[in-house]
């Protein structure tokens, strides 16, 4: 047989093996039309709720749109005005302030809770839905409540500080920005680091015991073995509990809201609650809308300076 003759036999086999792997492949991933039904609730979802109401506030944000009264093609120049608004600054400043105050102490209590309930023990359930639970409960109930704790004179606050000789008692802690500032801090440092030992301590479970049994076996001690094998193995975790808490920080807003109205004065306001009097006391959702979109511009600057400064390094 010549090798012409043998080369068509060849071409003639391998057309149909081909074919059949190009059907089999098709039936495999079956697909186009599969993966459309699929994916196609979820695109409708997000460009329903979310594409076409950011488009929606872009245009308001160039618009002078009044609560009540006639709306205003202004183009840029709610932009420019926020750019000068010295009290959204002042606003923006004192939001990053209380950022910087309270993101370490929530990560660092979170991990000191996770330590102590990641062991599979005696009476650790009740313990984690103890620590757990004032996450649960809320900040905006927790925040009531404090409201009335707070007050001088009679308040628990005050009581416990008295019966310490810490103050006198009659502490007017919400009239005083400084001393709002430590008790409003003081109240989410307690109630919120709770996500992150949930987030923490999965994370320590997902260890192999191995890992510690072997270190041990080489003499490292319990620090050595926290910082030389938990911490960079939990590394992307801490990352997120980080990120979380610097958004959640920075976008804070019931706590202000119900225990200081933002102030006394401005001296409480964080950029949300700024936003929010704009729109609904000053009654300019145009002017609201475009300080909310600056907002989620340094949101998202904020949070990828913290992953390029969290990112993994080889």
């Known amino acids: 047989m010549s090798s012409a003759t043998t080369s068509a036999l060849g071409a003639a086999t391998a057309e149909p093996v081909a074919r059949s792997r190009t059907r089999g492949h098709r039936s495999l991933t079956h697909p186009t039309r599969t993966g459309v039904v699929l994916v196609g609730p979820a ?25 009540i009264g006639t709306v205003e093609w202004i183009g840029l120049e709610n932009y420019t005005r926020a750019l000068g608004d010295a009290g959204f600054a002042r606003a923006i400043g004192y939001t990053l302030l209380y950022t910087a105050i309270v993101t370490a102490p929530i990560f660092l209590l979170g991990y000191f809770m996770a330590v102590l309930v990641r062991a599979r023990r005696r009476g650790v359930t009740a313990l984690r839905t103890i620590l757990f639970l004032p996450y649960v409960v809320g900040l905006s109930t927790l925040s009531f409540m404090l409201v009335l704790e707070a007050q001088p004179g009679s308040g628990a606050v005050n009581l416990v500080l008295a019966r310490l000789g810490l103050t006198d008692g009659q502490t007017a802690w919400l009239v005083d920005g400084n001393l709002a500032t ?10 919120v680091p709770g996500l992150t030992m949930m987030l923490l301590m999965s994370a320590m479970q997902g260890i192999p015991s191995e890992v510690y049994e072997s270190a041990s076996l080489d003499g490292a001690g319990w620090w050595s073995q926290e910082l030389l094998i938990t911490v960079p193995l939990l590394r992307r975790t801490i990352a997120m509990c980080l ?11 019931t706590q202000f809201y119900v225990l200081t109205k933002g102030g006394p004065g401005s001296a409480t306001t964080t950029v949300v609650q700024y936003i929010y009097n704009r729109a609904f ?3 300019q959702l145009g002017s609201a809308t ?25």
């Open 43 to 67: 695109v409708a979802f997000v460009s329903v709720f979310v594409l076409l109401p950011l488009l929606f506030a872009v245009v308001i944000s160039l618009t002078n749109w009044p609560l």
């Open 243 to 253: 990120i979380i808490s610097v958004i959640g920080s920075f976008l804070a807003f």
């Open 290 to 314: 475009a300080l909310s979109i600056l907002l989620v511009v340094v949101v998202g600057l904020v949070t990828a300076a913290q992953f390029w400064l969290l990112r993994e390094r080889d």
């Open 182 to 191: 430590g008790l409003i801090s003081a109240l989410v440092i307690w109630a």
């Open 281 to 283: 006391i000053q009654l």
